[in-house]
C-alpha cells in the first residue's frame, strides 16, 4: 500500500524478488533489515565506516547504510545468507570456522562478502591485497590474522579445486518467493 512520500522499489535478495515502499531517505540496510526481515545485514556504525552492512550490490560490495534503497532499485543484492543457500556453508565460510576467523560474528558478514568480491576479481590475492580490499571492514575481537588466513586458504583451496564449486553469483532462493513485506 502506497503512503504520500513513499515510493515503491524493487530488488532482488538472495534470488528472491522483494518489493518495499520506502521514504526517499531510507537506508538500503533499514529497509532490508526493517521491512524484508534480513536480519543478518548488521547495523555498526552508520557512516559507512566499520563495513559491518556490508551486502553486494550486484556482485560489488556496499555499505548498506549508506546506499539509499531507492538507489537500489533494480538491482540485485545478495546478504551473507545468500552465500549459503540451502543452509550448506559456503567454502570460504567453513575456512572462516576452521581458522577461527568468526569471533563475535558481527563483521564476519561484511568480511565474508567483501573476501568473495575479491576473489571473484583475483582468485589467488596476495595476503597484502586481502588486506587492502578488507581495510573498510573492522574487526574489533581479533585481529586480522585468521582472517587473512582464511581468505588464504579459501583461495588455495580453489585454485586447487576443491574449494569453491560454484563460481557464480551465492544465491539462492529463500523464503516463500511472496516478494512482499514492504509495507510496514
Not at 543478518?40 to 548498506?64: F, H, K, M
Not at 545468500?82 to 569471533?103: E, I, S, T, V, W
Not at 562478502?113 to 586481502?130: N, V, Y
Not at 581468505?151 to 539462492?172: F, I, K, N
Request: contains cysteine; glycine residues 14%.
Amino acid at each position: 500500500m502506497s503512503d504520500p512520500g513513499r515510493q515503491r522499489v524493487t530488488f532482488t535478495v538472495n534470488g528472491e524478488d522483494r518489493d518495499a515502499w520506502v521514504f526517499p531517505h531510507d537506508s538500503l540496510l533499514d529497509v532490508l533489515r526493517d521491512a524484508l526481515g534480513h536480519h543478518e545485514v548488521r547495523y555498526g556504525c552508520g557512516e559507512g565506516v566499520c563495513g559491518t552492512c556490508t551486502v553486494l550490490l550486484d556482485g560489488e560490495p556496499v555499505s548498506g547504510c549508506l546506499l539509499l534503497a531507492v538507489q537500489a532499485d533494480g538491482c540485485s543484492i545478495v546478504t551473507v545468507r545468500g552465500l549459503a543457500p540451502g543452509g550448506d556453508l559456503h567454502p570460504l565460510q567453513a575456512c572462516f570456522l576452521r581458522n577461527g576467523a568468526a569471533q563475535c560474528g558481527f563483521c564476519t558478514p561484511g568480511m565474508l562478502l567483501t573476501a568473495w568480491a575479491l576473489l571473484q576479481r583475483d582468485p589467488r590475492p596476495s595476503r597484502e591485497r586481502i588486506r587492502r580490499e578488507l581495510v573498510g571492514n573492522l574487526c574489533r575481537c581479533t585481529g586480522y590474522s585468521k582472517i587473512l588466513d582464511a581468505v588464504e586458504e579459501h583461495a588455495a583451496q580453489a585454485a586447487e579445486g576443491s574449494g569453491e564449486p560454484r563460481r557464480g553469483a551465492p544465491v539462492g532462493r529463500e523464503g516463500s518467493g511472496e516478494g512482499t513485506g514492504g509495507d510496514a
